[in-house]
């Protein structure tokens, strides 16, 4: 199973601004759209890189979308995977999985509703490793007799 944190989409332009557009394009003017979608790129790399930051033991390579303008693409949206399948047969491995994965889906200082609620998620998939370690941890070791004496 796999979580995916994403960033909204940047603003592209609309189809009633399109006839705009095309007038800058041809008179090579699109110097307030560049800043804006350069802006944009770097505040989504920095929010994707952050959450890489914390571990890519369990997530994949960030996956960005791209918009051409004037010959260059800049990435107007990204988002990264993280495994949130427990780790098999050892809830202790599982629950320090869960913690990164948290600690990964929080790390942006403007964590989105998605890495919120991939947190959340990873918080459950914790919790129900702590179950298993303590269900693991009482029972009992072997059989033993009592003798009454």
Do not use: C, W
Request: net charge negative; hydrophobic share 30%.
């Amino acid at each position: 199973m796999t979580t995916a944190l994403s960033l909204p989409t940047a603003p592209l332009s609309t189809s009633s601004t399109n006839s705009a557009r095309d007038t800058e394009t041809k008179s090579g003017d699109n110097s307030a759209e560049r800043k804006q979608l350069e802006l944009s790129q770097t505040s989504i790399q920095r929010h994707v890189e952050s959450h890489l930051a914390v571990t890519t033991q369990y997530s994949s390579p960030p996956n960005y979308q791209y918009r051409p303008l004037d010959g260059q693409l800049y990435v107007v949206s990204g988002d990264v995977a993280f495994d949130t399948s427990s780790e098999p047969n050892d809830p202790k491995a599982t629950l320090e999985k869960a913690q990164l994965i948290s600690m990964a889906s929080m790390a942006p200082t403007d964590p989105s509703l998605q890495d919120r609620n991939a947190s959340q998620q990873a918080m459950v998939m914790a919790t129900q490793a702590k179950g298993e370690i303590n269900t693991v941890s009482a029972e009992p070791l072997g059989r033993h007799i009592d003798v009454l004496v």
